[in-house]
């Protein structure tokens, strides 16, 4: 390090550079995450800086160099803050970048960032960084130096000021977005009116600057109006939260959101009085402008970022739905089970149907299709029919769960113990709703079965096709366990697309426009239209992600016969109805070794398609809240505890007094 400051006291500042570059380079530790050794060596820097003099002044010589020969306004104003391009033209330019990296200009600061931090973990060890350390270094580079704000500097940073406030008030002014903020209809927008206050601002200060004479005008104002415009997001985000959000919404707020923020750090950075000390806020803009430079390439964060409010938005709805699935009352426990029996006698009927459509021999398309609406439409049935598949509430009561969670931060152990209350709920819920759906699915199979039988002289399936049946039930070998997996993960997506219609439902008026549709208002009555928009905007989501469920359950099979992998579903009802169709196809003569152990691999593919399909929601629910997962580890210990205490609560709901609060039993079968 004291080689590379020798190395600069010796050269011209034209080498800034390839020197500050170096500089970095020996600052950086080998493992990001080894920040010890980052904060050693910027001590170290401190103390060769405030011991030599020399060292001082090149170090400070190349800085001006850099500063004062490069544009920095596209380095605040475009580095870290998305672009006006749609979702899909961004990815494509990211990927476009990494195939084909753009040749850096130096002529701008914002390549010459990207050149000195070029690790793609660099924002990494500089965030461990105490911000003490920050300050001392800043403080030993100044040392015995009188400090002057830059004036170069300043006039980049009002431009950028100047582009930030333009494109504020352009993304404030959106049609999107002005029709969820109502208010801004009878009152002047906050965006625009920062605007004007901005460029004023600007000119004054420019004036003041280039006539040397102190400035007779400050910021606050420009930071009210800029609170006025957080407000205002907030105040969008929780009218779309009721009435539906888009993508393109999304992108609007998150826009506005970094413009605001990138807008305020450097309306502080031009204070008229400056501190010659790096401040918490110049800190927070230099850890940032280097975490966008490493990750610019990266194509998580734009789906993230862009898909941040529909996620939650999805999950929201997904929450609504779960309070169904979430019994309190022995009434209600037995009103799921109710529900889940009825499903349980559809699926019998599915499952016949799905063996005489294999029996028919069909082309590999055509019989995929006709899987997959023997399980769409059979499941919209099941909808129609108020009953509930039990495999659809873990994607649901996710959401609920992850909406319970106590604040970040928090740790009351009221908050972890209500959460635990809803757990045990949701857990006696699911194990009802599994009975129903098992218990009436293997006798009405067996009825039907031996049925047909009689009829035709001969069971539904064969002897080898029993064969085949039991085999798929193996875990293993029969790759019971993994097909489990696979449906598990199309529980997951079929609860995101329910969530995904709704939003869909209410961000674009469906119910409003079909009840004034006028073919309908004269075909079906004014009253009758109405009620259809109603039914729409509450059921659209569950009969979309049913369907959607049923015909990825019954493509995935073709699915793998294109690839020529060995893909498909195993799921718990249909599973255990194919138990009773080989009973028969036996003559009841099934060995008890062999039904015990179908069983098991019926018990397996069940918690295999629950576990995974609840994971995955859950996850997908905390992050939509920007939760961590770690979050919930203090519940795994008062889980156990709460079952050793009282394991009946798992498995039948308590007697509540008739006053107690009940869920229409209708809603809680919906599937």
Request: aromatic share 8%; glycine share 6%.
């Amino acid at each position: 390090m004291e080689s590379i400051l020798q190395t600069m006291v010796g050269n011209p500042a034209d080498n800034a550079l390839p020197n500050l570059g170096a500089l970095v380079d020996a600052i950086r530790p080998r493992q990001a995450d080894d920040s010890a050794t980052a904060v050693n060596n910027l001590r170290a820097l401190s103390f060769l800086l405030e011991q030599n003099e020399s060292y001082r002044l090149a170090f400070r010589q190349q800085l001006e160099e850099l500063l004062g020969k490069t544009r920095q306004v596209q380095l605040y104003t475009d580095t870290g803050i998305l672009s006006n391009e749609p979702l899909l033209t961004g990815l494509r330019r990211r990927i476009g970048e990494r195939l084909l990296p753009i040749k850096p200009r130096p002529e701008l600061l914002k390549d010459v960032f990207g050149l000195v931090f070029h690790r793609k973990d660099d924002h990494v060890w500089l965030a461990e960084i105490p911000y003490g350390v920050w300050a001392d270094l800043c403080r030993s580079l100044l040392l015995g130096a009188t400090y002057l704000p830059d004036r170069y500097s300043q006039l980049q940073r009002l431009e950028a000021i100047q582009v930030l406030s333009c494109r504020i008030a352009t993304i404030g002014l959106e049609p999107e977005l002005v029709q969820n903020a109502p208010d801004m209809e009878r009152f002047e927008s906050p965006f625009v009116r920062q605007n004007v206050e901005t460029l004023s601002f600007v000119e004054n200060y420019r004036k003041a600057l280039v006539e040397e004479k102190e400035l007779d005008d400050d910021q606050k104002h420009i930071m009210v109006l800029l609170d006025q415009c957080t407000a205002q997001i907030a105040r969008i985000r929780k009218h779309a939260l009721k009435h539906g959000v888009s993508v393109s919404l999304t992108y609007h707020l998150l826009r506005l959101e970094q413009h605001i923020e990138r807008m305020q750090t450097l309306l502080e950075l031009v204070d008229p009085i400056p501190s010659p000390n790096w401040g918490p806020s110049q800190l927070r803009l230099f850890l940032q402008l280097v975490k966008a430079e490493n990750r610019k390439h990266s194509l998580r964060d734009v789906l993230r970022q862009n898909t941040e409010l529909l996620a939650l938005q999805v999950t929201e709805h997904a929450s609504h739905t779960g309070e169904h699935y979430i019994t309190e009352s022995r009434r209600e426990w037995l009103a799921m089970f109710r529900a889940a029996a009825g499903a349980g006698i559809i699926v019998g009927f599915m499952a016949l149907l799905k063996i005489l459509i294999t029996k028919a021999h069909l082309p590999p398309l055509i019989e995929a299709v006709a899987f997959g609406l023997n399980y769409g439409i059979g499941f919209i049935i099941v909808h129609l029919l108020h009953c509930t598949i039990a495999t659809k509430q873990p994607a649901m009561t996710a959401a609920t769960i992850a909406a319970t969670l106590p604040p970040p931060g928090s740790k009351s152990a009221e908050g972890y113990r209500a959460l635990v209350d809803l757990i045990v709920k949701v857990a006696r819920t699911q194990f009802i709703a599994i009975m129903g759906n098992v218990l009436l699915a293997m006798p009405v199979a067996l009825a039907l079965g031996w049925l047909w039988a009689q009829q035709f002289g001969e069971p539904v399936v064969s002897l080898e096709k029993a064969g085949h049946l039991l085999h798929d039930l193996r875990p293993i070998e029969g790759f019971g366990l993994a097909h489990a997996a696979i449906a598990g993960v199309w529980l997951f997506l079929a609860g995101l697309i329910s969530g995904y219609y709704d939003n869909k439902a209410l961000y674009h008026r469906l119910p409003e426009r079909i009840a004034a549709h006028p073919l309908l208002v004269r075909v079906l009555g004014e009253h009758r239209a109405w009620r259809l928009g109603r039914y729409v905007e509450h059921n659209l989501g569950a009969l979309a992600g049913n369907f959607y469920f049923g015909m990825m359950l019954g493509l995935t099979g073709f699915v793998g016969f294109l690839l020529g992998l060995p893909l498909d579903i195993r799921h718990i009802t249909f599973s255990s109805a194919n138990i009773a169709f080989v009973a028969v196809a036996v003559d009841f003569n099934i060995d008890g070794f062999i039904l015990l152990l179908g069983l098991g691999g019926v018990a397996v593919i069940g918690a295999t398609n629950l576990i995974v399909s609840f994971t995955l929601a859950l996850w997908t629910a905390m992050r939509s809240r920007q939760r961590l997962l770690s979050e919930l580890r203090p519940l795994l210990g008062l889980v156990i505890k709460r079952f050793f205490t009282r394991p009946q609560d798992f498995f039948i709901a308590p007697r509540q007094p008739k006053a107690a609060v009940e869920h229409a039993p209708a809603d809680e079968g919906k599937a």
